[in-house]
């Protein structure tokens, strides 16, 4: 099961990137400050890229300073209702999301999607991973799938995300693509990725479903194995870990992450917000949070972002009725 919009969507984006050309950042100040609003806890995806973007940001000198809030809850929509609701005290605020926040407003979990807010860009992808505990007897796609055909039950894997999620989407995904009925999987839902691998490394689930970047430090630290990733080819950041194909799993993923405004963004604004982070892709800064989080460019900026969402948003509807998940 291929998601093609993801393929096309990075070689649009690679036109994309292209197109913003060389602009030069070097220490010329674009924003003043943003304040960043992560919409889970810490040591998730949306907290990785928001800090990570603010690193480069701020140590590029394209903007002054960068604030953090993390605002848990309801998947995501509590920092999304505060965001709508607050719209007017907020131009000064950017919130990261990704995927789930148009698998969330498919499934109704809350009522706004992105629609409602100001789409500033589409920055990155990140591919899926399943990852096992250090100690874990499971080395491979095959030792899981035994184990998951010998006791589904005690084959549980987590995620942070909730039930229909994408970690759950992305794990349904795999087993799916793997022969199984993905709607017989156990899968347990953590709130943000730093609470689910805390349970992979207590034992609580056989593996974990997340994104690669949360997964590939602890991997090289050695505290937990990659026994596979949803990418075409071997990704750099952790070229010992196989991906899906390899192992004879017929499926590929990549999760975007960009950032949203306030509705009613004044232009002048949003402008600013989109300039610095195009200009941010040219600097030694972004390349090196890049490079160690094992991202992939995706730069959609407006309304190039509003097609791509629009366009993942019927792939994943599609995939979700299959799944049976709507």
């Given amino acids: 099961m291929k998601f093609e919009f993801t393929r096309r969507a990075l070689i649009a984006a690679a036109a994309a990137v292209a197109m913003t050309g060389g602009a030069q950042a070097g ?6 400050s943003i304040h960043f609003l992560i919409p889970g806890g810490a040591g998730g995806g949306w907290d990785g890229t928001a800090r990570g973007t603010g690193e480069a940001l701020t140590g590029a000198g394209l903007v002054g300073s960068a604030s953090y809030e993390n605002m848990s809850g309801g998947g995501g929509g509590k920092a999304i209702g505060y965001l709508i609701e607050n719209a007017d005290s907020n131009h000064g605020t950017l919130m990261v999301n990704s995927t789930p926040i148009v698998i969330r407003s498919l499934t109704g979990v809350f009522p706004h999607n992105f629609r409602d807010l100001t789409l500033v860009a589409g920055t990155i992808g990140d591919y899926a991973a399943l990852v ?35 970690d759950h989407l992305v794990a349904a ?13 156990k899968y347990i839902p953590y709130d943000a990725g730093g609470k689910a691998m805390a349970a992979l490394l207590s034992g609580e689930i056989a593996a974990l479903s997340t994104g690669f970047s949360e997964a590939v430090d602890l991997a090289n630290a050695g505290e937990v194995k990659i026994i596979g990733v949803t990418s075409d080819e071997r990704v750099p950041a952790a070229p010992d870990a196989m991906t899906m194909m390899e192992q004879g799993i017929d499926t590929t993923f990549v999760n975007w992450r960009g950032f949203f405004a306030a509705p009613g963004l004044p ?3 949003l402008a600013m917000y989109q300039d610095a982070l195009a ?48």
């Fill in 267 to 269: 232009q002048d604004k």
């Fill in 27 to 32: 220490g010329h100040q674009v924003v003043d």
């Fill in 173 to 185: 995904m795999v087993m799916e693509a793997a022969g199984k009925d993905a709607l017989n999987v």
């Fill in 132 to 166: 096992v505990g250090k100690d874990s007897p499971i080395n491979s796609m095959d030792d899981l799938i035994a184990a998951y055909d010998a006791d589904p039950n005690a084959t549980a894997i987590g995620g942070g995300s909730v039930p229909g999620g994408m």
């Fill in 279 to 326: 200009k941010m892709y040219d600097t030694p800064e972004w390349e090196e949070v890049r490079a160690r989080n094992g991202w992939v460019n995706i730069h959609n900026n407006g309304d190039e972002f509003l097609k791509f969402l629009e366009a993942q948003e019927n792939s994943m509807g599609e995939l979700m009725k299959k799944l049976g998940f709507l």
